[in-house]
């Protein structure tokens, strides 16, 4: 597809925009764009620019909330691929805290 604007994949999930992620991500897979590309120049750069934004108080909790679920409808698109790959192991993280306590929204994100 000579029209595709991976850039898109970039904003769609800066502003939040989970419909246009997730159809922007369908586009590229279709058009045989590696997953893992997707992931590691659009997606996880666009979650950083979020934090960056909400560590400057440029944004707020919503909105970085708004964007995990723009981040988690690509990621559901590609996951299957990126499934099928064998990937050496890095590391086990182990993430926790009380069910209902205030940081469990930002565990939940992490946790991902």
Known sequence: MPDLDLDQLYFAIVDGNAKAAAAVTQEAVAADV???????????PAMDEVGAKFE?????????LISARAMKGAMEVIRPLLLGKAVEPAGRVVVATVQGDLHDIGKNLVAT
Do not use: H, K, S
């Open 34 to 44: 590696d997953p893992q590309l997707l992931l590691t120049d659009y997606m996880i």
């Open 56 to 64: 400057a108080n440029e944004c707020f909790v919503p909105e970085l």
